[in-house]
T-cell receptor
């Protein structure tokens, strides 16, 4: 399967714990995005990378959230000191930056439940 | 503030009929607009893209219209099938890095 993959698919943690999610984009894609989605809502943009550079962060991304894409390939999203309000689906998407429009390809998401 | 509105209530339709979903936006000048399909527990899947200078786009049983004066897009599925049941998301794209902003989605249920 050459699509976007995310691990783990599900994560249950206790409040205050740290969690880390991984995203493996489509191999030739240079852009990678993280979104958060709660029930009944559309995905909300969190941050994006072009190659290894993090170019934009949403105001939704508090200091407890950090994302990396060290070699311009896979990316990790870490949440420190998790809170119950962090419970959501975390989606990763990748795209190929060209001169025209770009289409984002989404992974299956990581569903986080903070108890 | 920027706002994207989709029918929050589910749309129930009989198999074989045409489903029409609406996406309205305010305080936004998108370069283009996309429609995605999302099944429960899965990530969105891209369906169609329409540019600001295009009125209509078709792909198989799907049709999208884009009226930048009304600030509205309509998404049609003709000859709907139960397999079309899903949540459909409208997404507006603008800005240098092509920031994507999603609507809340409309849940479509096609009844056999």
């Amino acid at each position: 399967d050459t699509g976007v993959s995310q691990n783990p698919r599900h994560k249950i943690t206790k409040r205050g714990q740290n969690v880390t999610f991984r995203c493996d984009p489509i191999s030739e894609h240079n852009r990678l995005y993280w979104y958060r989605q709660t029930l009944g809502q559309g995905p909300e943009f969190l941050t994006y990378f072009q190659n290894e550079a993090q170019l934009e962060k949403s105001r939704l991304l508090s200091d407890r959230f950090s994302a990396e894409r060290p070699k311009g390939s896979f990316s990790t999203l870490e949440i420190q000191r998790t809170e119950q309000g962090d419970s959501a689906m975390y989606l990763c998407a990748s795209s190929l930056r060209t001169s025209g429009e770009e289409t984002q390809y989404f992974g299956p998401g990581t569903r986080l439940l903070v108890l | 503030s920027q706002k994207i509105e989709q029918n929050s209530e589910a749309l129930n339709i009989q198999e074989g009929k045409t489903a029409t979903l609406t996406c309205n936006y305010t305080n936004y000048s998108p370069a283009y607009l996309q429609w995605y399909r999302q099944d429960p527990g899965r990530g969105p899947v891209f369906l169609l893209l329409i540019r600001e200078n295009e009125k209509e786009k078709r792909k198989e049983r799907l049709k999208v219209t884009f009226d930048t004066t009304l600030k509205q897009s309509l998404f049609h599925i003709t000859a709907s099938q139960p397999a079309d049941s899903a949540t459909y998301l409208c997404a507006l794209v603008s800005g240098g890095y092509q920031k994507v902003t999603f609507g809340t989605g409309t849940k479509l249920q096609v009844i056999p």
